[in-house]
């Protein structure tokens, strides 16, 4: 009686790296690549960043500490500039602050005809030009504009004034907060807050008590690129202001004014102010997602320790 054949042996699988393997392996790449695609790195950083902002700071401190103190306190009209910058942006920051929540809460939180429109249309100011938007606002509001005959009856000033430059701000700055919030909005769920509302809290409880401290650090991140954007805008501002030297000229236009003026210590004085606002914003973003992250470690700490726990 004959036997039945054997049964042939499956291939074997292959061994599925470990995690430091592949680290190791990523670290064992040809050293000719690795040092190519980190200095073309450096160069990048240097000619864009680094370079342009030692030069900005070397040529606003190169007559000296006094010179510097002349050309910013000493020039009234710089001194206009900073308080009208000073003076719109905390504006455009606070309107956008509670468009951006109204907006990330409606976006998230419900489902509604033009759902869709609305987010892209949050968008629209990352793709229009500033100068545009200002030119829009001059047909707008203008004197020749459609609102401008009836503005001026009733002794209304909107655009050469600051009002058109709070206009001009907000919408160039619109996107920023409403586009931080949105994700964070969503990926967090409503789980808590419906848990809110069926536990007797009113609206402005959950709100206060559940969603904002939930969505305190996309908040942050908003509100610190908004002040930025805010303070540095110039294409739009440069439209609707008329740049009126001592009333209407905001920091950027200062800058530039100073700029065709053949005053160059002055000018890159002045723009060393925005330089260290960048740098602000720079270092209070890495405290912000530092913060964050020693957060979201000590509340996994806590979670394991709760589930080791007898």
């Known amino acids: 009686m004959s036997s039945a054949p ?10 599925r790296p470990k995690a430091d393997g592949g680290a190791r392996i990523a670290r ?3 050293a000719p690549v690795r040092w190519a695609l980190t200095a073309a790195a450096l160069l990048v950083i240097g000619v864009l960043i680094v370079v342009p902002v030692a030069n900005v700071f070397w040529q606003a401190f190169r007559g000296g500490l006094a010179a510097y103190g002349r050309a910013i306190f000493g020039d009234a009209d710089t001194l206009a500039a900073i308080r009208l910058t000073l003076t719109v942006a905390p504006i455009a920051v606070a309107v ?5 929540l109204a907006a990330a809460w409606a976006i998230a939180r419900f489902r509604f005809p033009g759902r869709t429109f609305l987010t892209s249309l949050i968008d629209l100011p990352f793709s229009v030009s500033p100068v545009v938007a200002g030119l829009s606002m001059m047909m707008l509001f203008g004197m020749q504009g459609y609102l401008g005959p009836w503005l001026r009856a009733h002794g209304w000033k909107i655009v050469f004034a600051t009002p058109g430059i709070v206009i001009a701000t907000a919408f160039v700055t619109l996107p920023f907060v409403a586009r931080e919030l949105i994700p964070t909005m969503e990926a967090l769920g409503d789980e ?4 809110a509302v069926s536990l007797g809290a009113s609206g402005w409880q959950t709100f206060r008590r559940v969603t904002l401290p939930n969505v305190k650090w996309g908040l942050l991140y908003g509100l610190i690129l908004c002040n930025a954007r805010a303070m540095g805008e110039f294409g739009a501002v440069y439209v609707v202001s008329g740049r009126i030297t001592g009333q209407t000229d905001t920091i950027p236009l200062r ?5 065709q003026e053949y005053r160059t210590a002055e000018s890159f004085a002045v723009a060393s102010l925005l330089t260290l606002l960048a740098l602000v914003t720079l270092v209070l973003k890495v405290f912000l997602e530092e913060r964050r992250r020693r957060e979201l470690a000590e509340a996994a700490r806590l979670d394991t320790e709760g589930e080791v726990a007898p």
Do not use: C, Q, Y
């Not at 054997?6 to 061994?15: D, I, N, T, V, W």
């Not at 808590?192 to 848990?195: Q, S």
């Open 6 to 15: 054997a049964p042939r042996p499956l291939p074997a699988r292959p061994a």
């Open 255 to 259: 800058v530039e004014k100073l700029f």
């Open 28 to 30: 064992e790449d040809p």
């Open 96 to 100: 956008n602050t509670v468009f951006g």
């Open 192 to 195: 808590e807050e419906i848990a």
